[in-house]
């Protein structure tokens, strides 16, 4: 199976900020890479797809980057609808295997 | 509205088997593949397998093989996950969330439902 290492585990962060989030694959997985956001008691939700494709609906302040193994999530500007739990997934090979989790927190 | 409906919370006892439903509505039931996940308690995310509603066929994450069986109803637009031998390792909400047919490069997800808790307990 493909792990997936999500960095950091969690971080603290000011309104305003530009927070980035890592993953890392065991293996290469080309761009078939994904983001998600959840919040305490939600579903998840796509915001990044194909490592840079900006799902529609989500704002721009999120974007993605990376191929191969390494990839990272990037917030513009962190606002308060924006501390959550962010997870990647890759869509390369089954299983499909998620990060362990990313939690944005208030400084 | 597209949505993806799920049962009601359950409570189930080691050994037994549990059955969830993810009612679609808003689209074409057969253009898309529905999956299931479950997350534990304070945990990651976990990928379950996933079933092709036109065709039937599915694909199973080896660690639920022959434990896990994913229908689907074209009829009421309705899918289905069936867990047997529970265990409380098996505790976690599940989650049924819609991807694009094709190839594993389409699986991500746009759509989900809200969960269903399955609590495993004596």
């Known amino acids: 199976d493909i792990q997936m290492t999500q960095s950091p585990s969690s971080l603290s962060a000011s309104i305003g900020d530009r927070v980035t989030i890592t993953c890392r694959a065991s293996?290469?997985?080309?761009?078939?890479l994904n983001w998600y956001q959840q919040k305490p008691g939600m579903a998840p939700k796509l915001l990044i797809y194909?490592?840079?494709t900006v799902q529609s609906g989500v704002p721009s302040k999120f974007s993605g980057s990376g191929s191969g193994t390494d990839f990272t999530l990037t917030i513009s500007s962190l606002q308060p609808e924006d501390f959550a739990t962010y997870f990647c997934?890759?869509?390369?090979?089954?299983?499909?295997?998620f990060g362990g989790g990313t939690k944005v927190e208030i400084k | 509205q597209v949505q993806l409906v799920q049962s009601g919370a359950e409570v189930k006892k080691p050994g037994a088997s549990v059955n969830v439903s993810c009612e679609t509505s808003g689209y074409t039931f057969t253009s898309y593949y529905i999956h299931w996940l479950r997350q534990a308690p304070g945990q990651g995310l976990e990928w379950m397998g996933r079933i092709n509603p036109r065709s039937g066929g599915t694909s199973y994450a080896q660690k639920f093989q022959g434990r896990v069986t994913m229908t689907g109803d074209t009829s009421i637009s309705t899918a289905y996950m069936d867990l047997s031998r529970l265990t409380s390792d098996d505790t976690a909400v599940y989650y049924c969330a819609r991807s694009l047919a094709g190839t594993t490069f389409y699986w991500y997800f746009n759509l989900w439902g809200r969960g269903t808790l399955v609590t495993v307990s004596s």
């Open positions: 293996q290469s997985i080309s761009r078939f």
């Open positions: 997934q890759q869509s390369y090979i089954t299983p499909l295997t």
């Open positions: 194909d490592a840079s």
